[in-house]
């Protein structure tokens, strides 16, 4: 079995821990789909910003995918 690392679907980057649990959040755990914080601002419409805000209120509610 091989630890593949997940990549953005339109960019090819690495995500980070944080950028792969908000995609699981916001897209469904299921979703194939996976975007870097950058794509994902440009395929939700909203900000970077946003996005990273996001993650600290998921964080701080304990969710359990961050």
């Known amino acids: ?7 953005c679907l ?3 980057c ?5 950028h792969f649990a908000l995609n699981r ?3 469904g755990r ?3 789909n996976l975007f870097c914080i950058k794509c ?5 419409d ?3 910003e946003d996005l990273l805000v996001k ?3 998921f964080k701080e509610q304990g969710c359990q995918l961050f």
Request: aromatic residues 4%.
């Open 40 to 44: 994902l601002a440009v395929y939700l």
């Open 46 to 48: 909203c900000t970077e």
């Open 55 to 57: 993650i600290e209120e």
């Open 1 to 7: 079995m091989t630890n593949m690392k997940p990549v």
């Open 14 to 18: 690495a995500l980070p821990k944080d």
């Open 30 to 32: 299921r979703t194939k």
């Open 10 to 12: 339109q960019c090819n």
């Open 25 to 27: 959040k916001l897209l």
